[in-house]
């Protein structure tokens, strides 16, 4: 078979069988046709089969024997790797010390393999060797090398030296590769030119008297396109910019670095340096004085408001501020220098060249940076009047100059140690009002992507993949379908092997053969999924043997993670096709997350909460936890983004619930008086002073932040008080979207009597874990799917506008990232709590049960009777138009509350409440006070 890559992830895959291998089959089932078709033409198809089947068995590979040497290769690399890891350990503790050692093993073993080939290398080109190994490295080290060949040894030693002490920083090894190729093609080529450059016919040795082969190979070309003359300042170039590769110097930072060395070598003092700088500068400043004025960009006075100004800063500030980051933050009145510029370019060099991706934009705003401080310092700025000292900005002020950001570069971004500047203290968050009741200077830093575990990188192909290609491909063939396995995307968890079908082949067929494909490849998990979306096969998902951890810090890293600043988005895991999910909660806009126990639906749980606290301070987003088990979410009690303590009281959590619908109803309150339909829009209209309270109101309007509530087992609610529950999701599920208010449900049991119909229409996203039965699936995705998941975090994902769900790999977080999480937000701001979310509860008891559905009945039946003073079933059966059975029980409420006296045979029943006190009781039928 031929190998095919496939357009989506470059993955080998086998190739459908060609025509020309099925021609022998069919002629030799010719011989055993001819007399069928003589006799009787219904018998062809009997014989046909064992001649196929038999072929089909004659292609099987023999099984090859055991290797005897295998026991000794593993015990040779046993050895090897155990004496690498012993050496690479004492050079590292010599030169980056004990905090190092965590990486360092995998690049111990070629680190030595470098060492013994520059030892070997050196005792061939220094010490003459004699012999096989000798004579081996004259012909390949100074054949390729030339006269140069004296220095492989020492390259060798310094890259081996280099892996041993910086194993944790693979970054610029690309770098550096790229750059001493450069430079080793430069250096000789000219080489090659200085020795006269000598042509083929002077033979090897000449060559090897000059620059080698590979001096060679790089001047004879250009020698003899454009002569010498321009062949040597080439490769002269080519030199510069091998070495300024190397050390990540840009041509502009070379007098710059000269002066450093000097400095470093003792040719020059620090004041001489100095005073060159000031030099330079200077000159620079008369420049720009000559150059012609630019508009300025920055300005201590007032200014008139500018529309277009505005929209690009609310654009770039994004809910009124930028984002905060654990990382250091550059200081945005201090321009990067070339240099700076210089190593974040280097290192998206590096990126792009060990993981074969574009760089990253972050050299794009670096350099934009410099560029835009050169900018604004063009201009002059007029001097002020003297001042003994500069006065504090008024508080009046601020709202003209809240654009100002967006005037200058991004530079907040967190760069990965190239700025080479003193970490910025954090920002203090703006005071909040009632939202959030937060008072004083309170400063919050984001946790760093540190306190989250990397994983290893994921693999694209197996031993055991091929081997379930070959037994799909078995089962085809035995059971005569013309199909054939065109590739494969690897995930974490399962494998999705692509089918395509042959002409007149129905799909039906390969889904028919279901339990015979879950018999071949040894696996009672097999889902089918006819046709992929997107593409023109069958799609035949198997659980792979050796699965994958998906890490939520490897999610987060994302650059996309990294570029979007939604404090709502949060990581899921990872698809089937190796990508990672995102989704953002606020486009959900509300979530059903379910599963059997142990399928990894507190997990998910888990990385939900700890994604939007490493990505949301608490005046962005904050949360209502609910939690009827008690165990499952107590790690997070007392992190700043709560606004009520973790509720593990049932009841309580019905009265929190109806608290939600009470704030949804406030802001909705506000959105309708200043006319916006989204609290994104009257956030921004707010910080942008647009919206003003009325005159003579004491209220001061502040940004709503974002309500995430999460309810850990629906279940449990539903049993304690269904009514109310319920209602109170439908009410939120429907119309919190545009309030900011965003519900995630999880269950365990998925069953319609919690997730009820009503439920189910008003959460379009849902994410099901594995199920026990096929009715919960259907309840969860309203399709079949989830009773074939394995477990452990395999999950079928379906946001909302999606037609099929997507299978992926549930991010995992463990406990002690967690924790740590936990208490970098505790250290950050101490929790402010509201105190009406469920002091309902306290207030109102619940409706008595023998009142049931007739609440509305028995209000007026009292009413009736007390304003009449007339206690008569019939009356009731008159004025509110129901049976005499209707009407007997609502008397019989009535007389248990005390409301009527006994009945007295055909006579009306006393009344026992005066006129005036209709009020309270009406309170007390329907719970709303004590009595």
Known sequence: MSAVVSPGNLTPMASRPSAAKKQPAKKAAAPAKAPAKKAAAKKVPAKKAPARKAVARKAAPPRPAPSPTGGVYRVVRALWLGLAHAVGAVFRGIGQGARNLDPAHRKDGVALLLLGIALIVAAGTWADLRGPVGDLVEILVTGAFGRLDLLVPILLAVVAVRFIRHPEKPEANGRIVIGLSALVVGVLGQVHVACGSPARSAGMQGIRDAGGLIGWAA????????????????????????????????????????????????????????????????????????????????????????????????????????????????????????????????????????????????????????????????????????????????????????????????????????????????????????????????????????????????KARSAANDAVVASLTQVFTEFKVDAAVTGFTRGPTVTRYEVELGPAVKVERITALTKNIAYAVASPDVRIISPIPGKSAVGIEIPNTDREMVNLGDVLRLAESAEDDDPMLVAFGKDVEGG????????????????????????????????????????????????????????????????????????????????????????????????????????????????????????????????????????????????????????????????????????????????????????????????????????????????KLIGKGDGLFLPMGANKPTRMQGAFVTEEEVAAVVRHCKEQMAPVFRDDVTVGSKQKKEIDEDIGDDLDLLCQAAELVVSTQFGSTSMLQRKLRVGFAKAGRLMDLMESRNIVGPSEGSKARDVLVKPDELDGVLAMIRGETEG
């Open 580 to 787: 990672y999910v995102m989704h953002s909660l606020a486009k959900m806009p509300h979530m059903l997350v379910a599963g059997a126990t142990g399928s990894g639906k507190s997990s998910c749980i888990n990385c939900l909460i700890t994604s939007v606290m490493m990505r949301a301070t608490p005046e962005d987003v904050r949360m209502i936890l609910v939690d009827p088990k008690r165990v499952e979410l107590t790690a997070y009690e007392g992190i700043p983004h709560l606004i009520t303590p973790i509720i593990t009281n049932p009841k309580r959590a019905a009265e929190a619930l109806q608290w939600v619908v009470r704030e949804m109803d406030l802001r909705y309150d506000d959105l309708a008086a200043y006319g916006y339909r989204h609290i994104d829009d009257f956030n921004r209209a707010v910080r942008e002073g647009k919206v003003e309270p009325p005159p003579g109101s004491e209220r001061e309007l502040q940004p709503y932040p974002y309500l995430l509530v999460i309810v850990d087992e629906l279940a449990d609610l539903m049993m304690v008080a269904p009514r109310d529950v319920e209602d109170a999701i439908v009410r939120i599920t429907q119309l919190a979207r545009a309030a900011g208010i965003h519900l995630v449900l999880a269950t365990q049991r998925p069953s319609v009597d919690v997730v009820t119909g009503l439920i189910k229409a008003n959460v379009p996203s849902r994410l099901a874990f594995a199920t026990s039965s096929l009715a919960d699936s259907r309840v969860i995705l309203d399709q079949p799917g989830a009773e």
């Open 219 to 458: 001047a004879t070309p250009l020698t003899y396109a454009m002569t010498e003359v321009l062949a040597v300042p080439l490769l002269v170039l080519l030199t510069i910019f091998g070495l300024l590769v190397v050390t990540a110097t840009p041509v502009n930072a070379i007098p710059q670095r000269l002066r450093r060395l000097g400095v470093v070598l003792g040719v020059l003092h620090d004041h001489e340096a100095d005073r060159f700088a000031a030099e330079e500068e200077a000159y620079e400043e008369q420049w720009r004085e000559a150059a012609p004025a630019r508009p300025r960009r920055r300005s201590g006075a007032p200014r008139a408001y500018d529309p277009e100004g505005a929209e690009a800063a609310a654009l770039a500030q994004r809910r009124g501020r930028p984002r905060r980051s654990a990382v250091p933050q550059p200081d945005p009145q201090r321009h990067p220098d070339a240099v700076d510029v210089a190593a974040a370019a280097a290192a998206a060099l590096d990126g792009a060249v060990l993981h074969g991706m574009p760089p990253s934009p972050l050299v794009a705003d670096l350099t934009q940076g410099v560029s835009a401080g050169e900018r604004e310092d063009t201009t002059p700025v007029p001097a002020p009047a003297p001042v003994p000292a500069p006065a504090p900005v008024p508080a009046a002020r601020p709202k003209q100059q809240k654009p100002e950001p967006a005037a200058v570069p991004d530079l907040t971004k967190p760069v990965p140690d190239l700025t080479k500047k003193a970490p910025e203290a954090p920002r203090d968050l703006p005071a909040r009002a009632e939202q959030l009741q937060l008072s004083g200077d309170i400063t919050y830093a984001l946790p760093s992507l540190d306190l989250l575990r990397r994983g290893g990188p994921g």
